[in-house]
T-cell receptor, first 115, second 110 residues
Framework: ETGVTQTPRHLVMGMTNKKSLKCEQH?????MYWYKQSAKKPLELMFV???????ENNSVPSRFSPECPNSSHLFLHLHTLQPEDSALYLC??????????????FGSGTRLTVV | KQEVTQIPAALSVPEGENLVLNCSFT??????LQWFRQDPGKGLTSLLL?????REQTSGRLNASLDKSSGRSTLYIAASQPGDSATYLC?????????FGTGTSLTVIP
């Protein structure tokens, strides 16, 4: 399998549940990202991992917890979410080189609904 | 901070028409600019990537231009087809992250 794969595609969870989103990239990239896409808003960067180290956390609430065990896998652990957290969560990867970041490759996203 | 604006927010054209989508950004010190396509409920598909040293990129019926000094990019779609209907997003690499516009929703009418 090639590209960036996200699972699950759809997720419905209650406000007291704990769930995890998974992202896997088969491109040999060294940087991975989580984005949130809400209706009528630009994509919001949540977390950035370069070489497995978290380099960005854009003031994301602690109910979202990222994990990057290796350069190919990225998780987003969710707990005690709010209805306003319902959105499309997108994972992306990129190759970071001496000349800076290159283009992104995105996964298909996880459509999250919090009830 | 970088702000990215896309105009128009929505566009409807008859099949076969050529069209231009616009993207503007506030800080010209960008590394690159990328155009994406997003179908409803799906992820983003990369269309064209323009490095900061380039002026344009072409792929099939698509041509993207970049004018860093004026903070503008355009995506030109030739001979539009119903399958081109989607939301088109512009993103600029600034600092160490991409900044996205809100997109242009394109509908091509058969």
């Amino acid at each position: 399998e090639t590209g960036v794969t996200q699972t699950p595609r759809h997720l419905v969870m209650g406000m007291t549940n704990k769930k995890s989103l998974k992202c896997e990239q088969h491109l040999g990239h060294n940087a991975m990202y989580w984005y949130k896409q809400s209706a009528k808003k630009p994509l919001e960067l949540m977390f950035v991992y370069n070489f497995k180290e978290q380099t960005e956390n854009n003031s994301v609430p602690s109910r979202f917890s990222p994990e990057c065990p290796n350069s190919s896998h990225l998780f987003l652990h969710l707990h005690t979410l709010q209805p306003e957290d319902s959105a499309l969560y997108l994972c992306a990867s990129s190759q970071v080189g001496d000349r800076g970041y290159r283009g992104y490759t995105f996964g298909s996203g996880t459509r999250l609904t919090v009830v | 901070k970088q702000e990215v604006t896309q105009i128009p927010a929505a566009l409807s054209v008859p099949e076969g028409e050529n069209l231009v989508l616009n993207c503007s950004f506030t800080d010209s010190a960008i590394y690159n600019l990328q155009w994406f396509r997003q179908d409803p409920g799906k992820g983003l598909t990369s269309l064209l990537l323009i490095q900061s040293s380039q002026r344009e990129q072409t792929s099939g019926r698509l041509n993207a231009s970049l004018d860093k000094s004026s903070g503008r990019s355009t995506l030109y779609i030739a001979a539009s087809q119903p399958g081109d209907s989607a939301t088109y997003l512009c993103a600029v690499m600034f600092g160490n992250q991409f900044y996205f516009g809100t997109g242009t929703s394109l509908t091509v009418i058969p």
